[in-house]
């Protein structure tokens, strides 16, 4: 993140070595002022029509270090360390966030619209763009609906209450106000206002108001947004503080009836002063705090008080009846500390208060995989860590675009319409399939078999498969009527069990002797049979396609045998002077291969595989290894989602 805030830098520093432009003289009085016109910036590039993409819910793969709330405070945006983006439609307990087709952005801003929820980001390269992520039976999805380019790059992008308007501040300082499609409603430029950073709120009948801070000196000035319109309104007000201007030491309050600038001048002490000025009338008071820290406070304004965060877990509660009247220039060494209370602050430390949001009484904060929510009023709180998520089996539906994860307790299921939880019958679930007419197929480590519904996980019929030592290998064959489980046993004489599923109900079963076991390449490689006997009978040349017959583990054809995906593994052992310890497992690589002309599609590295299956339509393929579950394009081998 140290890169994000050098770019963010680099233009302020740009603008305090330039000539300021003239500042206008002194207003007496407080006044509505329209903005004059200017060479109007670049328009937004609207798609029209707005293609739609699908997303899927998916944790984030790294820790979180940033988090915006909503104006509502209800849905959230966070960030990770690599960049990645994720959606809360409202944060619980149990809601896995919406993964954002959005890479390190600079900015970024979310507001619920009547459409869904409306997104805005500024990127690494200047440019932005909105969107809208919409909510139906069918799923999750994404439509942009316009964009800037880097040519004309962007500081800040405010999706405002409602979702209805998007107001920006570009880096050539013109202010503009877009509606959601991108058109330009007002543009405020004014000669000698050079606004640097915008403060957005919403006033007591629910209207956004905003403010401008400038520079040269310091100053903050209200901006009317009435009527679709850009206006200046009274005067800039002069800002006192002790350091570059920040958005943590000039905020600004919910309604936008004040701003408080702070300052800490004494690094040694935990004394910090807020000077609190109101943009009605511009008079000034003084709360002067007193932190159980030396951090640098961060600084929430309240209606009727000021949460100062300490980064010790709590904040300071400094009501606003107890500033006093202050006039710029007076010994602010005079001021003693006002009575405060504490409110404690879940998941708040001196790296995450830094990044921390609070909108509508609801304070949200991220530290490594977990999102801390929760209202000042101690009344909700919520901890949201994703809970380790151990895969033992795996399916696809028809078109790959539904996944069931099978763990040690449950059955995950996760598609566009959302994720669906259903018990296991208790053992561990080997061999998992999508049937036809909404049913799930499972065998557990016991060998019972069963068909079950999607929606409920009621079971349809059961079957019992004979298990003597234990699962060698396993795996589900997708055909026309249903589908088939094959089940390998680990005892060298046992035959191979293979159970046919037609529609809701169980059909023949085949015990296949092990010198015929090579018509079911699912079965694994048993003993004394080679799993290359498949790949030779299909005419596929293990030497051209530099696949050694005894490191291959299992091969996993698609429907129509078009397509093969080979297992090779290999045992490893080896001494990690690291830790000074001997090291054994199994590595291997799954290579895919184009049954038709025998050549080598791709190859991925991978670890011990537990399992794999196809999508009915052969599009894709999903399987499960010691570091979790990946769904894979089959033509390319590249990841399109991971647990």
Not at 100 to 107: K, Q, S
Not at 108 to 132: C, I, N
Not at 588 to 614: H, M, P
């Amino acid at each position: 993140m140290k890169l994000r805030a050098l770019l963010m830098l680099l233009p302020l520093c740009a603008a305090c070595a330039a000539s300021p432009r003239e500042t206008p003289a002194p207003r007496t009085d407080p006044q509505v002022k329209p903005s004059l016109e200017a060479a109007a910036p670049e328009e937004p590039v609207v798609t029209e029509p707005a293609p739609s993409m699908a997303l899927v819910r998916a944790e984030h793969q790294h820790p979180m270090t940033e988090v915006v709330l909503s104006p509502s405070g209800a849905s959230a945006l966070t960030l990770d360390a690599q960049g990645g983006v994720r959606l809360w439609r409202d944060v619980t307990a149990d809601d896995v966030p919406i993964e954002l087709p959005v890479e390190e952005p600079l900015w970024m801003s979310v507001a619920e619209s009547e459409d869904g929820l409306r997104v805005a980001f500024v990127d690494t390269a200047g440019g932005s763009f909105v969107a809208t992520v919409t909510f139906s039976e069918e799923g999750v999805s994404w439509r942009p609906a316009f964009e800037m380019p880097p040519t004309d790059p962007m500081f800040e992008l405010h999706v405002l209450e409602g979702g209805a308007r998007i107001l920006a501040l570009g880096v050539d300082h013109r202010v503009r106000l877009y509606d959601a499609r991108g058109t330009t409603l007002a543009t405020l430029d004014e000669h000698g206002v050079i606004p640097w950073q915008l403060r957005v709120g919403t006033d007591a009948q629910g209207k956004p108001v905003a403010a401008a801070v400038q520079f040269s000196p310091v100053r903050i000035q209200r901006l009317s947004l009435d009527e679709d319109r850009l206006a200046l309104v009274g005067e800039a007000h002069t800002i006192g503080i002790d350091q570059s201007p920040n958005r943590n030491d000039i905020a600004m309050s919910p309604d936008g009836s004040y701003v408080t600038a702070m300052q800490k001048t004494d690094p040694k002490r935990g004394r910090f002063e807020l000077e609190i000025i109101d943009l009605q009338d511009g008079s000034r008071r003084m709360l002067v705090g007193e932190s159980d820290t030396l951090f640098r406070p961060r600084v929430h304004p309240l209606h009727e008080a000021i949460l100062a965060e300490t980064g010790s877990g709590q904040a300071l509660r400094l009501s606003l009846d107890e500033a006093v009247p202050w006039t710029p220039g007076a010994d602010r060494a005079l001021l003693e500390p006002a009575a405060a209370t504490t409110v404690p602050l879940s998941g708040s430390d001196d790296d995450s208060m830094m990044h921390a949001t609070l909108q509508r009484g609801r304070h949200a904060s991220a530290r490594g995989d977990t999102l801390f929510v929760q209202s000042i009023d101690r009344q909700t709180k919520v901890e949201r860590r994703p809970a380790p998520f151990v895969p033992v089996a795996a399916a696809l539906d028809h078109a790959g675009t539904t996944v069931a994860w099978a763990t040690e307790t449950s059955i995950e299921l996760e598609g566009p319409g959302g994720r669906t939880s259903l018990a296991a019958s208790g053992e561990p679930i080997v061999v998992i399939g999508f049937g036809h007419e909404d049913t799930l197929v499972t065998v557990d480590a016991k060998g019972t078999a069963q068909i079950r519904t999607r929606a409920s996980g009621e079971v349809l019929d059961e079957a019992a498969l004979t298990v003597s030592w234990g699962v060698l290998d396993h795996g589900w064959r997708v055909t026309a009527t249903g589908g088939t489980v094959v089940l390998g046993d680990d005892k060298p004489s046992a035959p191979l069990q293979v159970l046919h599923v037609e529609g809701t109900h169980f059909g023949a079963r085949e015990a296949v002797a092990t010198g015929k076991r090579a018509s079911w390449p699912e079965g694994g490689k048993p003993r004394r049979v080679d799993s290359a006997d498949w790949m030779t009978a299909m005419g596929l040349d293990l030497d051209a396609l530099e696949i050694p017959p005894e490191a291959l583990r299992t091969v996993r054809p698609n429907a129509d045998d078009s397509l093969v995906i080979v297992h090779q593994a290999r045992r490893f052992q080896g001494f990690d002077r690291a830790r000074g310890v001997w090291k054994r497992g199994e590595a291997g690589v799954l290579t895919g291969v184009d049954a038709k002309t025998s050549k080598r599609l791709w190859s991925r590295a991978v670890d011990r595989v537990e399992d794999l299956a196809w999508s009915g339509d052969g599009s894709r393929f999903v399987y499960v290894d010691g570091t979790g579950g990946y769904v894979c394009d089959a033509a390319t081998g590249e990841t399109l989602s991971q647990r």
